[in-house]
């Protein structure tokens, strides 16, 4: 996997409000150990609401979310209409099956920026409240009753650096044995 050729940035989004779909925009800037520059999620300590009502000094392993742009020409197929920063992603990518990276992959996008891999997104409600069905959509259940969850991953920011449309993906596993991902 180290240097997926083919590899990139479909799109990137901001927003500085907690709303459910970011904004697209030219260019997004990583803040090493913060997130991303001026989103609502960016912190050292939890900032999704839910979360921050539970416990707000945890730390925050949701700096950073992309999904795989292949997961919205899936759910087209399924008869939902879904577009990068619909489901609140900061990074949309191609090429890199996101699902399948062990927890602690080091994802190099564009010249500088380094996101280190923390786990699974757990969606909420809210994605039926953006899409009727959309939560059953991205939430099936394998052979074996097992829940999958298909809304992406979560990082934290482990090199800053700004971050482009277009911007290669260089994917960097861990050192065995590999974990793999939880929710998170």
Same mark, same amino acid.
């Given at each position: 996997? =180290?240097?997926?050729?083919?590899?990139? %940035?479909?799109?990137?989004?901001?927003?500085?409000?907690?709303?459910?779909?970011?904004?697209?925009?030219?260019?997004?800037?990583?803040?090493?150990?913060?997130?991303? @520059?001026? @989103?609502?999620?960016?912190?050292?300590? %939890?900032?999704?609401?839910?979360?921050?009502?539970?416990?707000?000094?945890? *730390? =925050?392993?949701?700096?950073?979310?992309?999904?795989?742009?292949? &997961?919205?020409?899936?759910?087209?197929?399924? #008869?939902?209409? %879904? $577009?990068?920063?619909?489901?609140?992603? =900061?990074? +949309? +990518?191609? /090429?890199? @099956?996101? &699902?399948?990276?062990?927890? #602690? +992959?080091?994802?190099?996008?564009?010249?500088?920026?380094?996101?280190? %891999? +923390?786990?699974?997104?757990? *969606?909420?409600? $809210?994605?039926?409240?953006?899409?009727?069905?959309?939560?059953?959509?991205?939430? *099936?259940? @394998?052979?074996?009753? =097992?829940?999958?969850?298909?809304? /992406?991953?979560?990082?934290?920011?482990?090199?800053?650096?700004?971050?482009?449309?277009?911007?290669?993906?260089?994917?960097?596993?861990?050192?065995? *044995?590999?974990?793999?991902?939880?929710?998170?």
């Amino acid at each position: 996997m =180290n240097g997926n050729v083919g590899s990139y %940035v479909v799109s990137v989004s901001q927003d500085a409000q907690h709303k459910f779909s970011k904004q697209q925009r030219p260019s997004i800037l990583l803040v090493e150990g913060l997130g991303v @520059d001026g @989103d609502a999620h960016s912190g050292t300590t %939890v900032q999704h609401l839910s979360r921050v009502r539970r416990d707000p000094t945890q *730390p =925050n392993l949701r700096q950073v979310h992309l999904i795989h742009a292949e &997961l919205f020409l899936e759910l087209e197929e399924e #008869g939902f209409s %879904v $577009q990068p920063g619909d489901l609140g992603e =900061n990074i +949309t +990518t191609h /090429g890199v @099956d996101l &699902l399948a990276l062990p927890e #602690g +992959t080091l994802l190099r996008i564009g010249a500088h920026a380094v996101v280190q %891999v +923390t786990g699974l997104r757990n *969606p909420c409600l $809210q994605i039926d409240r953006f899409q009727a069905g959309l939560l059953e959509a991205v939430l *099936p259940r @394998d052979s074996g009753g =097992n829940v999958i969850r298909k809304t /992406g991953i979560m990082g934290i920011v482990h090199t800053g650096g700004e971050v482009r449309v277009s911007d290669g993906i260089q994917v960097e596993l861990p050192a065995e *044995p590999h974990r793999p991902l939880e929710r998170v």
